[in-house]
Structures are given as structure tokens and as C-alpha cells.
């Protein structure tokens, strides 16, 4: 499976971003999609997950109210709408996805370890 992440940029802080990511290769196998994303100088953090038919969704508490993950399963896309930007949202986002059978409730899987493919990341930064 290839990711392949876009829509990242700078915006001022109360704007909105929206990031894409698109899947290649065995996506028959595409289970649960997510985005991570990483500041400089701190760990990987999960963001957002949807399962594969979207009807299940997972958010951080520090985007919740905020960030809306979808996905289009006709392209293979899962986005990834970023609303009420803060400063501290700044970082690389990547999107992700886990390909191994698990269980139903995978989506709630918040720990890099868990995901199979990674996207190259897009930049977001927010300014003041």
C-alpha cells in the first residue's frame, strides 16, 4: 500500500486546512485509516481514525470539536478537515493505515505500532 499525503500549509491561527491522502496498491485489504502528526522535538501523537466503512470515528481529545476525518472509499481517500486552527497544531501530519485483520474496535488504536503504512507527511503550520 502507498500513502500519499497533500493539502498541508500555512494558515493563520482560527483558519482551516484541509488534508487528503490517497491509497495505492492492495487497498482491498484497507481497514482502519488514520493521521498522526509530529512537532518538532516531541513524539508521533495520534489525531484522528475511521474505519473502513466511515461509520465509526476516533479523535484525540486536543482536536476533538475541531477535526473531522472522512473518507471516500470509491478513491481510496480518507481526508482529513482541520477547523479552528491553533499554533500548537503545527506539525507534519501523516496519514496511515492498518492492513492487519484485527477486531472491530481497531479504530481505537492509538499507537503508531498498531498501523502498517505511512505516508511521507505533509506540513502544517500554523501562525499567530
Known amino acids: 500500500v502507498q500513502l500519499q499525503a497533500s493539502g498541508g500549509g500555512l494558515v493563520q491561527a482560527g483558519g482551516s486546512l484541509r488534508l487528503s491522502c490517497a491509497a495505492s496498491g492492495r487497498t482491498f485489504r484497507t481497514y482502519v485509516m488514520s493521521w498522526f502528526r509530529q512537532a518538532p522535538g516531541k513524539d508521533r501523537e495520534f489525531v484522528a481514525a475511521?474505519?473502513?466503512?466511515?461509520?465509526?470515528?476516533n479523535y484525540a481529545d486536543s482536536v476533538k470539536g475541531r477535526f473531522t476525518i472522512s473518507r471516500d472509499n470509491t478513491k481510496n481517500t480518507v481526508h482529513l478537515q482541520m477547523n479552528s486552527l491553533k499554533i500548537e497544531d503545527t506539525a507534519v501530519y501523516y496519514c496511515?493505515?492498518?492492513?492487519?485483520?484485527?477486531?472491530?474496535?481497531?479504530?481505537?488504536?492509538?499507537?503508531?505500532?498498531?498501523?502498517?503504512?505511512w505516508g511521507q507527511g505533509t506540513q502544517v503550520t500554523v501562525s499567530s
Open positions: 475511521i474505519t473502513w466503512t466511515g461509520g465509526s470515528t
Open positions: 496511515t493505515v492498518r492492513t492487519r485483520l484485527g477486531s472491530a474496535s481497531d479504530y481505537r488504536l492509538k499507537w503508531d505500532s498498531a498501523y502498517d503504512y
